[in-house]
């Protein structure tokens, strides 16, 4: 018996995860209104299951920053599945609970994408980063508001 030196996607527990919730939204997309068969229903399979498919397209590449794209656009996809499936809650073919069921392991999956991602990040050879930090830190002043950027909380 061989030992590897190298993981396939199928070993990364966030690819089995979002495989698994594809499976899953697969299977409560079916119960959804037939005229949503090809529009909501479609969205939200398509996104799920192109979320591990991205991991898997590009697990064998050999250069790090191809292996980060993918981890980036499976986070994406998953984002994206979690608005499809708050759009089906919206529209009552899911539960608030059914929703905050599938948000919550999506969620669990989006941290775990980016844990591999600083794992793969720290693989990039020094010379070779693109962001170099020169300049410490600098302190917020005390009067700060912390929501005078992004989206307004209200």
């Given at each position: 018996m061989t030992v590897k030196n190298y993981m396939d996607v199928e070993d990364l527990d966030v690819y089995?995860?979002?495989?698994?919730?594809?499976?899953e939204v697969c299977d409560l997309?079916?119960?959804?209104p037939k005229e949503e068969?090809?529009?909501l229903g479609s969205q939200a399979r398509?996104?799920?299951n192109s979320s591990p498919a991205q991991l898997a397209e590009k697990n064998d590449d050999r250069h790090i920053r191809n292996k980060i794209e993918g981890v980036n656009r499976s986070r994406g996809e998953a984002a994206e599945t979690i608005h499809h499936l708050f759009m089906a809650k919206l529209k009552g073919y899911i539960t608030d609970?059914?929703?905050n069921g599938f948000r919550d392991r999506y969620k669990e999956c989006i941290r775990m994408l980016n844990g591999l991602e600083k794992t793969l990040e720290r693989k990039i050879p020094e010379k070779e980063k693109r962001w170099q930090v020169g300049e410490k830190l600098a302190e917020y002043a005390p009067d700060h508001d912390p929501h005078s950027q992004g989206w307004p909380i209200d």
């Open positions: 089995r995860k979002l495989c698994q919730l594809h499976i997309t079916h119960t959804w068969k090809y529009e398509r996104s799920s609970v059914d929703y």
